[in-house]
């Protein structure tokens, strides 16, 4: 039996080498898209056997084509040199080329339809090329709105929810014969290096995990390990997955449970500091992390654990999480006396 050929898009990230590793453990040869070869992410995911390509969504012939006849030869010219935009044309249909399944992991934006545009090309270059079956990871918010008590559409993290509601519907209605959609909660990875400094500043700096939940807000928790063995359970088994939308945490805890399990793991003073209403509303209007707090304090509500057991595949708790990840634990509050 010919080996099964997976593209990865965006493969260094949190989930991306989660799923590249659980594709390589099943006999999957990984076409992985990485930003930059030579970083230690994407050599660590060649020792593993992936084939890395070099490149963006960006740096796609057809992005060149988005230019407006008014872009001015100058601006196209800079933007050629670019290496990260349009630099390293083709990378996109090199990588994909060859492939029987496609596993879409793009960034959100907050502002403009750049996943859209992205997503529409990814999936026309899928079709045009055979491949057979795509996961898209979303997140487990998207199309909920009308179960969600604090949707707000002027929440300045609502157009990133937006953007990925319009990519579900372009990947189902993409004519690739299998589609399944991810809608992953909060990841486990969100409250360590490197995504913690951005997201919770002070939390690294002095141990203090200053939030907009409230101290009783549930959190579903997922391991990205668990997207993983996800994403290769449905790439074989595409009749039983296909058409499947999958909302997925392992381990729901309150705020206060997290941080306590957080101090327990790191063996640190860690507390939560909760800011009051009216430093949330300031903050909203131009910190989307924050904003996408306020839109996350019902979101436990969004999964049903016990429906995502019925699939057969073992969730990870936080605490098992944090001890087969103690070095990063150590090191994301090693600054902590």
């Given at each position: 039996?010919?080996?099964?050929?997976?593209?990865?898009?965006?493969?260094?990230?949190?989930?991306?080498?989660?799923?590249?590793?659980?594709?390589?453990?099943?006999?999957?040869?990984?076409?992985?898209?990485?930003?930059?070869?030579?970083?230690?992410?994407?050599?660590?995911?060649?020792?593993?056997?992936?084939?890395?390509?070099?490149?963006?969504?960006?740096?796609?012939?057809?992005?060149?084509?988005?230019?407006?006849?008014?872009e001015s030869t100058s601006q196209i010219a800079a933007l050629q040199a670019e290496k990260s935009t349009i630099g390293n044309t083709g990378a996109l249909e090199a990588a994909i080329e060859?492939?029987?399944?496609?596993?879409?992991?793009?960034?959100?934006?907050?502002?403009?339809?750049?996943?859209?545009?992205?997503?529409?090309?990814?999936?026309?270059?899928?079709?045009?090329?055979?491949?057979?079956?795509?996961?898209?990871?979303?997140?487990?918010?998207?199309?909920?709105?009308?179960?969600?008590?604090?949707?707000?559409?002027?929440?300045?993290?609502?157009?990133?929810?937006?953007?990925?509601?319009?990519?579900?519907?372009?990947?189902?209605?993409?004519?690739?014969?299998?589609?399944?959609?991810?809608?992953?909660?909060?990841?486990?990875?969100?409250?360590?290096?490197?995504?913690?400094?951005?997201?919770?500043?002070?939390?690294?700096?002095?141990?203090?995990?200053?939030?907009?939940?409230?101290?009783?807000?549930v959190l579903p928790l997922i391991d990205p390990n668990d997207i993983g063995a996800f994403a290769a359970a449905a790439f074989l088994d595409p009749v039983r997955f296909g058409g499947q939308?999958?909302?997925?945490?392992?381990?729901?805890?309150?705020?206060?449970?997290?941080?306590?399990?957080?101090?327990?793991?790191?063996?640190?003073?860690?507390?939560?500091?909760?800011?009051?209403?009216?430093?949330?509303?300031?903050?909203?209007?131009?910190?989307?992390?924050?904003?996408?707090?306020?839109?996350?304090?019902?979101?436990?509500?969004?999964?049903?654990?016990?429906?995502?057991?019925?699939?057969?595949?073992?969730?990870?708790?936080?605490?098992?999480?944090?001890?087969?990840?103690?070095?990063?634990?150590?090191?994301?509050?090693?600054?902590?006396?």
């Amino acid at each position: 039996m010919a080996s099964r050929k997976a593209l990865v898009i965006r493969a260094t990230g949190t989930q991306g080498t989660a799923v590249t590793r659980h594709l390589l453990q099943n006999n999957f040869i990984i076409h992985a898209l990485v930003r930059d070869k030579t970083e230690d992410r994407a050599l660590a995911l060649q020792a593993l056997g992936a084939i890395l390509f070099e490149g963006t969504l960006n740096d796609s012939q057809s992005m060149m084509q988005t230019l407006s006849l008014e872009e001015s030869t100058s601006q196209i010219a800079a933007l050629q040199a670019e290496k990260s935009t349009i630099g390293n044309t083709g990378a996109l249909e090199a990588a994909i080329e060859g492939c029987d399944s496609l596993y879409l992991n793009l960034m959100p934006s907050f502002s403009n339809d750049s996943e859209t545009e992205s997503a529409k090309f990814v999936l026309a270059a899928a079709k045009s090329t055979g491949v057979e079956h795509v996961i898209y990871s979303s997140a487990v918010s998207v199309g909920r709105s009308r179960d969600n008590p604090q949707w707000d559409e002027d929440n300045i993290a609502a157009g990133a929810h937006a953007g990925k509601e319009v990519v579900e519907e372009l990947v189902r209605s993409a004519g690739i014969p299998y589609y399944t959609i991810l809608k992953p909660g909060v990841f486990m990875t969100n409250f360590f290096l490197p995504g913690a400094p951005f997201m919770f500043a002070e939390l690294g700096s002095t141990g203090e995990f200053v939030t907009s939940y409230n101290p009783e807000t549930v959190l579903p928790l997922i391991d990205p390990n668990d997207i993983g063995a996800f994403a290769a359970a449905a790439f074989l088994d595409p009749v039983r997955f296909g058409g499947q939308e999958i909302p997925l945490a392992g381990d729901p805890l309150t705020v206060e449970e997290l941080v306590q399990a957080i101090a327990n793991a790191s063996g640190k003073n860690i507390k939560g500091v909760y800011r009051s209403k009216e430093e949330t509303e300031a903050l909203a209007k131009v910190n989307p992390f924050v904003a996408g707090q306020i839109l996350s304090l019902a979101i436990n509500r969004l999964v049903n654990i016990e429906e995502v057991k019925t699939w057969g595949i073992p969730l990870g708790s936080f605490e098992a999480f944090m001890k087969r990840e103690k070095n990063l634990v150590d090191k994301s509050f090693e600054a902590l006396s």
